[in-house]
């Protein structure tokens, strides 16, 4: 099994934007469904944003029109561009393929204060 390496977490002031990434190393990614999940502190692990090998993107309420989810195959990549940020976003993220029993990654923390 390939376990997903987050990239990009950092600290954004409220209203910033920020890029997270992921690379997924395997040579049938292009077929994959993928997710962004996030815990933020005291919370359960969330499911963000889900993109499917053909490129159909869902999102969960609270990021609808603000987060984008992308993914680059010829890469075994996938992103998830933060916009609008709210103190509310402050979280770890976590990149996962959508599989019972996929492995997690060790997440990338993002941070959202003034």
């Known amino acids: 099994q390939v376990q997903p390496v987050e990239s990009g977490g950092g600290l954004v002031q409220p209203g910033g934007s920020l890029r997270l990434s992921c690379a997924f190393s395997?040579?049938?990614?292009?077929?994959?469904?993928m997710t962004w999940h996030r815990q933020a502190p005291g919370k359960q692990r969330e499911l963000v944003a889900t993109?499917?090998?053909?490129?159909?993107?869902n999102y969960t309420d609270s990021v609808k029109g603000r987060f984008t989810i992308s993914r680059d195959n010829d890469k075994d990549m996938v992103y998830l561009q933060m916009n609008s940020r709210k103190r509310d976003d402050t979280a770890v993220y976590y990149c996962?393929?959508?599989?019972?029993?996929?492995?997690w990654g060790q997440g990338a923390q993002s941070t959202v204060s003034s």
């Open positions: 395997d040579p049938f990614f292009s077929i994959y469904t």
């Open positions: 996962r393929r959508d599989r019972r029993g996929a492995y």
């Open positions: 993109i499917t090998g053909g490129g159909r993107t």
